[in-house]
Nanobody
Framework: QVQVVESGGGLVQAGGSLRLSCAAS????????MGWFRQAPGKEREFVTVIDWSSSTTYYADSAKGRFTISRGDAENTVYLEMNSLKPEDTAIYYC???????????????WGQGTQVTVSS
């Protein structure tokens, strides 16, 4: 059974930083892309960033460029999201995901975590 588990969310003041972690288990993820999406209250789930299996390719939403950094851990099934210069509009539930292709579409990712809340106060 595949499990995707996020951690590291919390409450932070505007301008602060947070680091989210994600670990997937239950199958081999060595050739899988992993990414992050987020969903704010009353809004659709939106793409944040994705990294390919070899860490050679990354894509970011415009809202994340220059502030967020995605990276993979030493273990093939881990991924991190370093978030700096956080803004109140970054407040959302952040979801980790894994899938066979690099994409910004949530439909391309079959495996999802339960999400971790990030709240940025002004």
């Amino acid at each position: 059974q595949v499990q995707v588990v996020e951690s590291g969310g919390g409450l932070v003041q505007a301008g602060g930083s947070l680091r989210l972690s994600c670990a997937a288990s239950g199958r081999t993820f060595s050739r899988y892309a992993m990414g992050w999406f987020r969903q704010a209250p009353g809004k659709e789930r939106e793409f944040v960033t994705v990294i390919d299996w070899s860490s050679s390719t990354t894509y970011y939403a415009d809202s994340a460029k220059g502030r967020f950094t995605i990276s993979r851990g030493d273990a093939e099934n881990t991924v991190y999201l370093e978030m700096n210069s956080l803004k109140p509009e970054d407040t959302a539930i952040y979801y980790c995901t894994a899938g066979p292709v690099v994409s910004d579409s949530p439909g391309m990712f079959p495996y999802w975590g339960q999400g971790t809340q990030v709240t940025v106060s002004s």
